[in-house]
């Protein structure tokens, strides 16, 4: 008994959609707000793209992680890479198709987070069209086109499906390719099982290919994905041996499925086995990092996190601010009630292999997160909303069945499928209007949602990208994170992150105006800029940050005495002073970079008797500012503070000198700069 006529179908699917969208993209540029650095660490990647950069491209210093994948075998430079290296490495999809939204809607937070919203709508469809391709037709019992219409509307709904679809990350955008490769799957199973000759036919063989090719092509998208075949390793020898028949007409289909996913998935495959490095990097970061590992016990960690993922799916969800509303469990009331009469009904039919596929399809995406070391972890349970949904969807239709033959019994004509479908979708609206009031209420409305998103960032990235081209920009003090800013500026070379407060100031390029931003607790760096720029100014202090302004016309150097050595054409010294100050001897360095550099040099200052002999030094990188940060034309300003000992004589002329060298191995970069000689009074 269909409940709904296949020639309408479409009006309840194209509503079912268009919530969808609703729910993905409204407000998608403001919420959640600003914008997290693993979507702008994506998004840095993407621009590169546009911009034709080659890579590997690295930001805030991953190319120290990238060096130990590669201390065996170079990294090989190309215009279009199969994996993305940094941030513990990625798969590519999502990054060219975020590339291709940056080109089309510029550098923004819609931009990136249009890409999972729209495979979030997409994954909706193909959620309608897995359920009707298992659970349709003379598998439905009777349910028509209900089951479908109901795991789409579930997956339209349900809360972490709809947070993930605007996270710029890559999660839901694998969940469209997972359940198209099971809609194939069971199509062609469909087909073979309604005709003759045993499903030879070029359209059935075609179903089943396509289905192995997107096997393969979701190791493209989502770490996950390596798990998913797991659903036909386990399935397909347990539905052979049960249907010795299934076996004559289907082992070759599945041979093929195995080729055709092996060879989708060979560029990628042959990728880790050159570099095994980022095969397992990111695996074992996320299985050992979290509250709920247990160090040294994997196999308890994954124990007990499977009690973790049981209760985050009903009443103890993931409290994680940035991947959910805190606590909330994954199903809402409803939906918990309906799941879990739909896996009833599916333990019941486990026979059957279409229940016993679904069931399998459920566990198997549970265990990205079970494997994780902070389970319950919504984000990676992504894998599991399809299978959730359609447990969800069968467990209405078996509600809507019981009331219709407890109404027919006792209503006349057809009021008592009106009503019996009416209550049941009365249910999922509720639901609909219980995660609208959740996602966009409550979650919007946290206070701490700002700060996780780090919107504050992306204010002062926006602020920086709106001063002039050829203005030097500086951030004080350093962060290990930076990406935010640095796709708001759009440029990662255009900003410079310093410690200002270890002493160290990178004056700018003569000529040209400079911006420091300062966090508003730095008030040391404060102080330093305001001493050593009297003409600078202090902007309205923003969200977050102290705008400050030293004017093109402001002298960069302010050294007592001038000096033009170049140490190897890299560094030049452009300036010095020396001041006692009782039992130290503070040496002010002027450099100017007259290169890229690549290393991080260690400056030196000596000072030496009438003989010759060292009787003071200090040995350290320059505070705050390591030397490979360094722009080519600026000027960096330096203090060093040489302890001076009791026995060296007043008065007697000591000779000054200083220079870079690199560490460990103690190269000096070119010949050591000779001051002159200074006389120590007191």
Not at 171 to 194: K, Q, S
Not at 553 to 581: C, K, Q
Not at 669 to 676: M, N, Q, R, V
Request: glycine share 10%.
């Amino acid at each position: 008994m269909g409940v709904i006529n296949r020639r309408v179908l479409w009006l309840p699917l194209t509503a079912v959609l268009i919530l969808a969208a609703f729910f993905r993209f409204w407000q998608l540029g403001i919420m959640p707000p600003g914008l997290y650095h693993d979507e702008a660490y994506n998004g840095l990647d993407a621009l590169s793209l546009t911009q034709g950069k080659n890579f590997p491209q690295f930001y805030e210093g991953w190319e120290l992680y990238a060096a130990d994948a590669h201390a065996d075998r170079a990294a090989q430079e190309t215009r279009f890479p199969i994996f993305f290296e940094g941030n513990y490495g990625r798969e590519p999809l999502h990054i060219y198709l975020m590339a291709l939204s940056v080109a089309l809607l510029g550098a923004t937070p819609f931009a990136i987070r249009a890409v999972p919203a729209a495979a979030g709508v997409i994954a909706v469809l193909t959620t309608f069209l897995a359920a009707r391709a298992l659970l349709n037709g003379r598998h439905s019992e009777g349910r028509g086109n209900l089951v479908p219409l109901l795991a789409a509307f579930t997956m339209a709904v349900l809360y972490p499906a709809v947070h993930f679809s605007r996270f710029g990350l890559r999660a839901m955008v694998f969940v469209p390719v997972e359940t198209l490769a099971v809609a194939c799957f069971w199509w062609g199973i469909n087909r073979a099982e309604g005709q003759p000759g045993q499903g030879r036919d070029a359209g059935t063989w075609l179903l089943f290919l396509v289905s192995g090719g997107l096997l393969g092509f979701g190791l493209y998208i989502f770490a996950a994905a390596r798990l998913f075949p797991l659903v036909w390793i386990i399935f397909i020898p347990i539905w052979f041996w049960r249907e010795r028949t299934a076996f004559g007409r289907h082992w070759r289909h599945m041979v093929g499925m195995a080729v055709a996913a092996l060879l989708v998935a060979l560029p990628l495959l042959l990728f880790f086995l050159r570099y095994p490095y980022f095969f397992v990097f990111r695996i074992a970061y996320v299985a050992n990092k979290g509250k709920g590992a247990v160090e040294g016990k994997p196999w308890l960690t994954w124990l007990l996190n499977v009690g973790r993922v049981i209760r985050g799916l009903f009443w103890q969800g993931e409290t994680h601010l940035r991947h959910n509303l805190p606590g909330r469990p994954y199903f809402d009331l409803f939906q918990a009630i309906l799941f879990l009469l739909g896996l009833l009904q599916s333990l019941r039919r486990f026979l059957m292999p279409r229940y016993l596929f679904i069931l399998f399809w459920f566990v198997v995406m549970l265990m990205p997160s079970i494997l994780s070391g902070d389970a319950p972890h919504f984000g990676r349970l992504s894998g599991a909303a399809a299978p959730a949904a359609i447990l969800v969807a069968l467990g209405g239709a078996w509600l809507y069945e019981k009331l219709v033959s407890v109404l027919q019994e006792r209503l006349e004509g057809a009021r008592g499928n009106t009503i019996a479908l009416a209550s049941v979708l009365l249910l999922f609206v509720a639901s609909a209007l219980w995660t609208g009031q959740d996602y966009f209420g409550r979650y919007a409305q946290h206070p701490d949602l700002a700060h996780d998103f780090y919107l504050a960032d992306w204010q002062l990235g926006l602020f920086a990208a709106g001063q002039a081209q050829d203005t030097s920009l500086y951030l004080t003090p350093t962060q290990e994170e930076l990406a935010t800013i640095f796709f708001a500026v759009e440029d990662p070379g255009r900003l410079r992150n310093y410690n200002g407060a270890e002493g160290v100031i990178p004056a700018g390029k003569p000529g040209t105006e400079t911006v420091y931003l300062l966090r508003p607790g730095d008030q040391a760096s404060l102080e330093a800029l305001q001493s050593y720029f009297p003409e600078g100014s202090i902007e309205l202090e923003r969200e977050g940050f102290i705008p400050f302004t030293a004017p093109a016309t402001a002298p960069r150097n302010r050294t007592e005495h001038a000096a033009d050595f170049s140490f190897g054409g890299t560094i030049m010294l452009v300036g010095w002073t020396a001041e006692r100050r009782e039992d130290t001897l503070l040496v002010t360095l002027a450099w100017q970079a007259e290169a890229d550099m690549d290393k991080d040099y260690t400056a030196f200052v000596h000072l030496s008797g009438p003989d010759g002999r060292l009787v003071a030094q200090l040995d350290r990188p320059p505070a705050g500012y390591p030397t490979s940060d360094w722009q080519v034309g600026e000027i960096v300003v330096d203090r060093y503070a040489v302890p001076l000992l009791d026995d060296l004589i007043v008065g007697e002329d000591i000779s000054l000198s200083t220079g870079f060298y690199t560490l460990p191995a103690l190269e000096a970069l070119g010949e050591t700069a000779d001051l002159g000689t200074i006389s120590l009074q007191k």
